[in-house]
């Protein structure tokens, strides 16, 4: 059964940082794109950030760039989403994504990924 499965979330200040992982069991995604979109409370799921299957290529939302930044370790099947400066408006649940299958480039639609995690909660407040 494949899984991903988000952690790191948490309740933090405006101008904190966290670092979600995201851990996938089941099948390696060392050649998947993988991503992270975002849902805050009332709003659609929307893209935050990708990377191809080595890294090589990253992809990131307006409302993100130059604060987050996503990154994966292949060995560990495991990615990463670095986020710094956090604002009350990136409260939402955060979700990671892999393709399934191998792809050479990045991709920003959630239509893109197979594979889903089943969210963590970041909350931040004013």
């Known amino acids: 059964q494949v899984q991903l499965v988000e952690s790191g979330g948490g309740l933090v200040q405006a101008g904190g940082s966290l670092r979600l992982s995201c851990a996938a069991s089941?099948?390696?995604?060392?050649?998947?794109?993988v991503a992270w979109f975002r849902q805050g409370p009332g709003k659609e799921r929307e893209f935050v950030s990708s990377?191809?299957?080595?890294?090589?290529?990253?992809y990131y939302a307006d409302s993100v760039k130059g604060r987050f930044s996503i990154s994966r370790d292949n060995a560990k099947n495991t990615m990463y989403l670095q986020m710094n400066s956090l604002k009350p408006e990136d409260t939402a649940v955060y979700y990671c994504?892999?393709?399934?299958?191998?792809?050479?480039?990045?991709?920003?639609?959630?239509?893109?990924?197979?594979?889903w995690g089943q969210g963590t909660q970041v909350t931040v407040s004013s």
């Open positions: 990377t191809s299957w080595n890294g090589a290529i990253t």
């Open positions: 994504a892999a393709r399934g299958g191998y792809s050479s480039g990045t991709y920003s639609y959630a239509g893109a990924y197979e594979y």
């Open positions: 089941g099948r390696t995604f060392s050649t998947d794109a």
